[in-house]
């Protein structure tokens, strides 16, 4: 039975777990079990999970024992997903984005999104490794790293293949089946560059449609957390959890008229058929021969389920480079507030703080540098040139970008390479994006027996705010005709 249960868990989805656990062929704890022994036996080549929940069985049982007295709460009743290492919950696990800084500190409270993933019967089953304070600490620090859980390796090349933007933790253990799912965040392709990294598909939400409270932030204008899964039903079921107006996150107000509770009435792969979808070329140029052919294939793929392919579109801002001032800006402020209020035995409590504890500590804290942590607390900007500054870095992308090319070509959706240089303008604006498997590139590493060890990658869907349910259709039409997702070789 352990061994069958090792089996079934690769590759399982959240819809047949769900099957099995209601015909009553397996239960939570089991699910639990067997993700627990592949953590152990695993993850010490991929270094994705900072920590375990040490409630975590309890909880399984708890939700076990509900099952079966009272029924099901739904689709991700005792589904076990893992979390940033940012992502408040609060319980027995600490919450420090990946700094030593705040490796004691535990929450008082749990984000919106843990809570509302408890709400719907979710198992929070550990921690993730990530990218220390989301990639926002050092200009030569590596994507994936943090002083606390060290640096995270991609389960299809350890070493070899790039991880990509901040949520790597949370990618990485979804890619090698050590987690049904996970939530990760992003400021600027923290979950799409992973999530097309590993084979798996990410949803970036419209900011707003996904509370950011009880999240250690970046950037208030940008920052969203968002699932990564390995099929898109599996995102969008987990979406459509995460979603609701929260007091505490002002952002949220607009999103009551557009958030839905259940994003599966999405998934039709015949959607595709009626879509008109941009091929924007500038942000195809950088593509070597490989990457650019994955193009090419996904667009024919496309062309050939019925869309119609409008080849090229110009994006008239093709290029905008982050506005630093804006953005140090906005860290400063955020982790003031949120360092403000963690617990009196925590050793910082301010930006300030932190710079002078990670100089304290150096030889664990400072392999890399803080140039980026230092520079964001020398800004000064005032609230109204940070205003004005703020307006300039979101108008021209608005103005002549997604919303302006969408319009001028009557389009769905863009259709984008999986790696950042096309992300940032929806980044500027807010705007969602779904990345889905789309192949596999040489790595130019040849091991033992000859063979090269190759890399996935992925293809990005980009559209207007709150078009999350046509980025899902397209993102799963495209799926449903491809199937490109392959597991990593962990053996």
Known sequence: MKNKLQEWIIETDIIKMQEALEAGLINSEDIVQVYLERIHKYDIDINSILEINPEVIQIARALDRE????????????????????????????????????????????????AKLRLAGAI????????????????????????????????????????????SGPAAAVAANLAAAAIGTETAGSIIGPASQHALVGIKPTVGLVSRTGVIPISVSQDTPGPIA??????????????????????TFSSKKYAYTDY?????????RQARIGIPRH??????????AIMEAAILTLKNEGATIIDPVTVHVEQQNWNNDVICYEFKKGLNQYLAQVDESVPIHSLQELIAYN?????????????????????TLSEEVYEEKRQEYKELALEQGIDYVLEQYSLDALLLPGDVDGMYIAA?????????????????IID????????????VFSGKAYSEPTLIALAYGFEQATYHRIPPQLE
Request: hydrophobic content about 35%; aromatic content about 8%; overall charge negative.
């Open 428 to 444: 500027r604006l807010g705007y969602p994006l779904v990345t889905v498997p789309a192949g596999y590139v040489s790595q130019g």
């Open 359 to 379: 100089e304290r500590h150096a030889e664990i804290a400072l392999q890399y540098g803080q140039d980026t942590l230092t520079r964001s607390e020398e800004i």
């Open 283 to 292: 942000y195809y140029k950088h593509l070597d021969t490989e990457r650019l």
């Open 67 to 114: 099952r079966a007295e009272k029924g099901s709460r739904g689709s991700l009743h005792g589904i076990p997903i893992v979390l940033k290492d940012n992502i408040d919950t609060a319980d027995k696990m600490h919450t420090s984005a990946g700094s030593v800084a705040l490796a004691g500190s535990i929450a008082a409270k749990d984000s919106f999104v843990a």
């Open 124 to 167: 929070l089953l550990g921690k993730a490794n990530m990218s220390e304070w989301s990639n926002f600490m050092s200009s030569t620090m590596p994507a994936g790293y943090s002083s606390r859980g060290g640096l995270v390796l991609n389960p299809y090349g350890p070493g070899t293949v790039f991880v990509s933007g901040s949520s």
């Open 448 to 459: 033992a027996d000859g063979d090269s060890t190759r890399g996935p990658f992925g293809v």
């Open 264 to 272: 599966t009435s999405s998934l039709d792969k015949s959607f595709i």
């Open 230 to 251: 390995r099929t898109v039903t599996d995102a969008a079921i987990i979406l459509g959890a995460l979603t609701g107006v929260d007091a505490n996150d002002s952002a």
